[in-house]
């Protein structure tokens, strides 16, 4: 299967419709049923004690997921995020980018099932996990 | 049981521990194992066409249940996330803040059960639930 | 909105659909989006030890989400159940019938969204909480 | 780190303590973090129409990640399931066995989180994704 879109169509859609966080984020792979893609981490994502919030984790694996079925189904398809569960395994390394590793499950017809695992830069062990479900437009 | 922190200690306490999102919240009823949580609904917490971004929700969730934890075992007590179950229903009404109203299901030796639900001001109907687990101290 | 289901013709679809468990369980309560269903505890349910088994749990949960479901979409819908998130948070007492306490949150046009607790008979702290969600069949 | 149970010490411990149901499953690979086990599928597992039913999928996953578990902290430990999140994705296949591959992401000092997807024997598509959390004794 074909991608409908790569990831420099990906980065300028993100750029047009979610232009106040589309500097946070860079697609690092993309391939069918993959995308890696790293939260730049700066002060705003970040709590007391240098730890990146659990919002911004949860920000990241929702756009890691999104870009993922998006690449699948192409721009013009409206997918919403109905089901997120996160677990929060380990504190991040203080100073580095967070990665997500994520992949999709099902493509259906009427849902989308994904899986992330959230990386430090610097560390094998994941910081975190999370499964996102989206409801896919019917045609 | 006797609550440990009111609803002003705590908001000094979220002032002290989380400068740069203390303003967006309100607490508007605590009780034993139950909160009430609003959020003051800002550009920032916004997606193109109005809606309030899961981040946002997934924070104010997470907001509500901490604070409710937080006033029953104390502020001392190091309460970490650890799951987060959120399912988004519907679309938050134009305009509106959220309101989080949250209980604690189970207050155990290692971990705190929670279950929520964030409402728009003006709708009955709830547009998303979020259910969030802490590990708590040993003592 | 008026029930396409009452009790009694559930039942009688279960007795019908599901021979294997219906023995299992009893109908207490069926209004709309609301339900109490009783899991007849016998000896297949059981952990050593006495404890109710997490399948059997997790059977009544979606028997009774099922059902609330199923009354409020009529029989011939086939409603599948796409996610469940399920919380272990205290033994059942035992010797005790379980009861769930289901209800729909949301009845949307794809997806149906409900949260249940489970009980022992006599105690008023929740044994267990499982939400479900269903995929409904579009028109 | 050396497991401080293998495959056969697991089997014998699930025959002692769960002899009803302990000729369902097969532990087909054992490995530190990770492990397979196969639902011997029999008639009690369906439902009409030849599907496994949701309960006897949740309880495989429950037993594969348990046994992953037993076999890094060993047999005296007492794990309890604390919350599992299942997303049923396909059918399975009509008269296949199911295979459990699961693996452990965090061991900590309190909980343990591991992730599985069960799959038909002739498929290599997921059937379901089911993630448990399992409270670890203190010592």
Same mark, same amino acid.
């Given at each position: ?44 994502? !970040?709590?007391? @004690?240098?730890? *990146?919030?659990?919002?911004?984790? #949860?920000?990241?694996? +929702? ?43 099902? !493509?259906?017809? @009427?849902?989308? *099932?994904?899986?992330?695992?959230? #990386?430090?830069?610097? +560390? ?16």
């Amino acid at each position: 299967m074909a991608l409908k879109m790569d990831a420099a169509e990906i980065s300028s859609f993100l750029y047009e419709a979610f232009p106040q966080v589309s500097g946070d984020f860079e697609i690092r792979d993309l391939q069918e049923n993959y995308i890696e893609v790293v939260l730049v981490v700066a002060e705003r994502h !970040l709590r007391p @004690g240098g730890t *990146v919030s659990g919002p911004s984790m #949860f920000g990241l694996a +929702d756009v890691a997921a999104y870009f993922n079925v998006l690449s699948m189904i192409g721009p013009k398809a409206l997918a919403v995020t109905t089901n997120c569960s996160i677990d929060f395994m380990r504190k991040p390394i203080f100073g580095d980018n967070l990665i997500a590793k994520s992949k999709v499950l099902k !493509l259906g017809r @009427g849902l989308a *099932v994904t899986e992330c695992l959230i #990386f430090s830069e610097r +560390d094998e062990r994941p910081v975190a996990r999370a499964n996102l479900t989206y409801s896919l437009p019917r045609k």
